[in-house]
């Protein structure tokens, strides 16, 4: 196979299904990281997200314009989930909420049932075709996607070392104890997570959805490989989920030259196991919980 | 006639019953008293379907199997190959925290679920496994079913007495010090990691012995005869309200739970087809927002755990 | 110095849980003064300085700070108040920088703060060159000036550290010490704990030896030093 073969079946298709764990993967490490939790449910509420957007762009508007109001409301949703569902369970062992997400998952799944149905739909209907950078195809969708976990990401990045609240959300993570002493705001920092996390949940399902299509199952299916994704980075780091990410996405479209192409989804799980025994604490050192 | 019916429908209840019961027994064993999070239930019962059914089953094209062993060695295979899954993921989770082993189980439940679909040569694929012996099959229809479920309730209460005399035993107190204060417990020099990985392996056996019991009533199996995700979550809620940490609280949550659960279900068929589908969905809505709910007002369960010092299991 | 003491302990009682683990200790602290609290192992040292910064049941007693009755306050409303405090251990953001550490000490305050970035960093020069390395990635001792710089951003007036040389070499233990005393010539009243009691006597302006939770000695350190009951105490070493 040429290299520019290589490049455009295995490289592009990695980079960009790892980009969309990678976004994926950032809610859960900054779950981890801050709140001190497995978060079950981040996959259904990647789903949720694609489906809102899907509502929107039922109204008329094109998908990419969709995707920002898309992530405002899984925000609100995110944190309106919390003071309902996790906020009481804040005193009691962590492995409580966890358990409790597992529920909310199945919420969630069951909610985008109902309203949308069980039967996989598309964003925008049609066939589309790659344009040629110099030899390299990328579809337009898979351009944006690219370009928009570029921003989210740096957005990010800049948010949390150059703004107040950022600063105080790595304290929170680094050092919960002493950010109280303080005088960081436990609270008001979570809801902010939670905001953050929706949001870029949102994202990486309305990414998935519209570089393949969306059914109640997405997002559930993307949970391990984002878990593993969090974990290889290193736990707690935003950083690490975003190479953990692209490196799973790597993985598994280039599996298929070593496994049968159904056990793509394998890839994921070898690779939260290997890392668990060989470096728990993930390529860039993060926490263990 | 319509007692008869009744009756068969008993029958066939309880022995569903029973099998989740046991179900929860096991998780009990897993999460009540070892403090495991055990998030993949359906893989280890799956595995033990269909280990059982391919050493009992008739011989079919296709696939391997077909070495109608008798029913006791498929059952025995059951047990040994998920206690023998367990072994690898206990020994690289167990050491870290729990919420590693819940993501981890889950995995394996999606990689066995996996390799069900997908190779066809072990499971049969989508078309399964028929053909499968059923203990007390030549009976006839009443008798037979009455006959299995004896065996089911007998297997239960082997289990449960099996259990309950190891929980009295110091191995009882040693695996409830070790889930209270284990940094406690292993100054004591007990091996903690040891002790968690035999209940962990324990446990799993028992939930392939389920999945085995399963497949010899429903005399084939098929990949997608139940959402795995939804039975993992039933069973884990069966404990959660019945009570972790107690083996009574378990085998009533399976009932209560089961009864809610087939109930609904028997209401959303009366429903026309279009909502019927929907109304399928809101179940599991339903059971989502139970948990939620149990885990805030009775976090504890129905039927508590019972010692004088109830800690870690509640909640 | 016979001014009101910045900090006042009377008689106070209390533990974390049920148990009392101070039997009523008195302790002062007057402004621009070093009191060092020693004593043997479960005396209570770390106990009563915890009572001072809110993270204790207090049960008897009345602690008394810059004229204001504090007893029962929590923490976020005692360092808002002007009291900060350095644990002994877990006392920095080890993934942040020694600047974005004085930053989140400086959390709570509004307003320009370079004169407070100024201080801290002449108090501990070598820091300047560090101020973008990971906290995580310095030396004992240097973590442990940057737990200070941080409890210092908040311009308090009086300054608790917990046991702050332990595990450090002699040569950062006469860094901090020294540090320490240039804190307090900056205007800052300074309690502390320490195990390396000798040295500490040596240093501070006046300590309190305590045992099973109540006062046993006081005075200033070199008269402590020189008390033979002090030295068969635990001098020794």
Known sequence: ?289 | MELTGLLNYALFMGILIGIYALLSLALNIHWGFTGLFNAGVAGFFAVGAYVSAILTSTPAGGRIGGFELPVVLGWLGAMVVAGAIAWPIGRICLRLRSDYLAIATLGVAEIIRLVIKSEDWLTGGSRGITGIPRPFGDLDYMASQAAYLALVLAVLLAVYLAVERQLRAPWGRMMRAIRDNEAAAAAMGKDVSARRLEAFIFGSAIMGLAGALFVHFNRSITPEAIDPMIATFLIWIMLILGGSGNNRGAILGALVIWLIWSMSEMLTDRLPAEVATQASYIRVFVIGLMLQLVLRFRPEGILPEESARQRHSTP | MSATPVLSMKAVRGGYGDADILQGVSIDVAEREIVVIVGPNGAGKSTAMKAVFGLLNVRGGQIVFDGEDITGWAPNRIVRRGICYVPQVDNVFRDMTVHENFEMGAFLRKGNLSAAYDRVYQLFPDLKAKRRNLAGNLSGGQRQMVAMGRALMLDPKLLLLDEPTAGLSPKYMEQIFQITRDVRDSGVSIMLVEQHAKQALAFCDRGYVLATGANRHEGTGAALLADREVAQMFLGG
Request: charged share 10%.
């Open chain 1, 1 to 289: 196979m040429s290299a520019i073969d290589f490049i455009n079946f295995y490289v592009v298709p990695g980079l960009v299904l790892g980009s969309i764990y990678a976004v994926g993967a950032i809610g859960i490490t900054m779950v981890f990281g801050i709140l001190r939790f497995a978060h079950f449910a981040h996959g259904d509420m990647a789903t949720l997200g694609a489906f809102i957007a899907l509502a929107f762009v039922g109204t008329g508007l094109d998908p990419w314009t969709a995707l920002p109001l898309a992530m405002l409301v899984t925000a609100v949703v995110a944190v309106g989930i919390d003071k309902t569902f996790y906020d009481y369970l804040v005193k009691r062992p962590k492995i409580l909420t966890v358990m409790a997400s597992l529920g909310i998952a199945l919420m969630i799944r069951s909610v985008v049932q109902v309203v949308w149905g069980v039967d996989p739909q598309p964003y925008v209907r049609g066939i589309v075709r790659p344009d040629s950078f110099g030899g390299i195809l990328l579809r337009p969708r898979e351009l944006y996607t690219l370009a928009t976990v570029v921003v989210l990401v740096v957005g990010l990045v800049a948010f949390l070392h150059y703004t107040r609240w950022g600063k105080a959300m790595r304290a929170m993570s680094d050092n919960p104890d002493l950010a109280r002493l303080s005088g960081v705001d436990n609270r008001q920092v979570t809801m902010l997570t939670w905001a953050i996390v929706g949001a870029l949940t949102a994202a990486s399902g309305f990414m998935l959805g519209i570089n393949t299509e969306l059914n109640s199952m997405m997002g559930w299916h993307m949970l391990l490989p984002m878990f593993a994704a969090a974990i290889l980075g290193g736990v707690g780091r935003v950083e690490g989920a975003v190479l953990g990410g692209l490196i799973v996405g790597l993985a598994e479209e280039m599996s298929v030259l070593i496994v049968p192409s159904q056990y793509k989804m394998a890839t994921a799980f070898v690779i939260l196991l290997l890392i668990l025994l060989l470096r728990p604490s993930g390529l860039l050192k993060g926490k263990v919980l």
